[in-house]
């Protein structure tokens, strides 16, 4: 038997992720305990990995713009299936006009009005359907961009928190300022004891001398 954390006779890695996600355990170390390629291949075979319910899982509003892009579909067909009765309307209603079948032509011509109807409802159906999925992925787009603003100003500010603020910089160059003069005082406390190291035209005279 083989204890927590030990690994399969293979010796090697689940293909992804954790031994515990692997096998679809809740708890648990992460390494490999015994049974967790039986409990893979069971979770495989009934379906019911977690790994799988979390690919299942569809963002609401992107269900909701191919459920509308769905229903706008059906109205296309529907409107092409009543055009060509429209078309067969008219077709009908020229040959029982040639036949003197007025009443019969009366009634094809009334049909056709009602298709001609019908083809305009689709027609104001589609084009608010299409307006509503545009307004929609207005939305989304608007919503992401709003996001990445968010997490951009939530960045920056944890820059400039770790940076200190306004008053650290400050401090620091004033501290920067005390170190150059504090480093100048030095220079000039050498160059009173001997030749200072920047002074080339002393340094010039002595090999003159030399």
Request: glycine share 8%; charged share 30%.
């Amino acid at each position: 038997r083989r204890g927590a954390g030990a690994m399969p006779a293979a010796g090697a890695a689940p293909p992804t992720g954790t031994w515990r996600d692997y096998a679809g355990r809740d708890a648990g170390p992460e390494g490999y305990v015994f049974g967790d390629l039986m409990r893979h291949l069971w979770h495989l075979i009934t379906g019911s990995t977690r790994q799988r319910e979390r690919e299942a899982v569809i963002d609401e509003d992107d269900h909701a713009i191919l459920d509308l892009k769905a229903q706008r579909d059906q109205l296309v067909g529907h409107r092409r299936r009543v055009e060509k009765l429209l078309a067969r309307d008219e077709e009908a209603a020229r040959a029982l006009v040639k036949q003197g079948a007025k009443d019969r032509a009366m009634l094809a011509l009334r049909k056709k009005k009602q298709h001609q109807q019908l083809v305009a409802d689709c027609e104001v159906h589609i084009a608010k359907v299409d307006e509503l999925i545009t307004n929609i992925e207005l939305t989304k787009l608007q919503k992401e961009t709003v996001d990445a603003l968010t997490a951009g100003v939530a960045t920056i500010k944890k820059i400039q928190r770790e940076i200190g603020g306004v008053d650290q910089v400050e401090r620091l160059m004033d501290e920067h300022a005390d170190a150059v003069a504090v480093q100048q005082e030095i220079n000039d406390a050498l160059a009173g004891a001997g030749v200072a190291a920047d002074d080339t035209e002393a340094l010039a005279e002595f090999e003159s001398l030399q």
